[in-house]
């Protein structure tokens, strides 16, 4: 039985592309994985087209502000970056659904101040 999934064996792509690949997994912006790296936006995108490769030093960077393995990085070869995409919509929505909770709370309260103010009002214009 083979169990080597397209996370852990060789990918075939190239250093760029899976520097592309975990940034884009990891929500990050070229700008903003840049300035975590310490380098220019342009550097960064020379790496990603591969038009010229990170020194050692800062391929180890790269992977700690990546969030994978600086093996696989180098080769592809190794434990791939897993999209989280589903889990963290699914935490997006409960944040959503907690946050109209609470919305929908004050809405109620507020409902209940000018019901209890219209009433005043209505016993004070009948008298």
């Known amino acids: 039985m083979n169990d080597m999934t397209p996370e852990t064996y060789d990918d075939g792509d190239t250093l760029g592309g899976r520097i592309t690949h975990a940034r884009d997994l990891a929500g990050l912006t070229v700008e903003e994985a840049a300035s975590r790296i310490g380098v220019t936006t342009e550097t960064l995108s020379e790496w990603e087209t591969d038009r010229s490769e990170p020194r050692a030093n800062k391929i180890m960077t790269l992977a700690g502000v990546l969030g994978v393995s600086p093996a696989w990085l180098i080769s592809g070869t190794g434990d791939a970056p897993q999209s989280q995409g589903m889990s963290v919509a699914v935490d997006e929505m409960k944040g959503e659904i907690n946050?109209?909770?609470?919305?929908?709370?004050?809405?109620?309260?507020?409902v209940e101040s000018l019901e209890s103010r219209l009433e005043t009002l209505t016993r004070a214009a009948d008298e």
């Open 99 to 110: 946050r109209l909770r609470e919305l929908s709370q004050q809405i109620a309260t507020s």
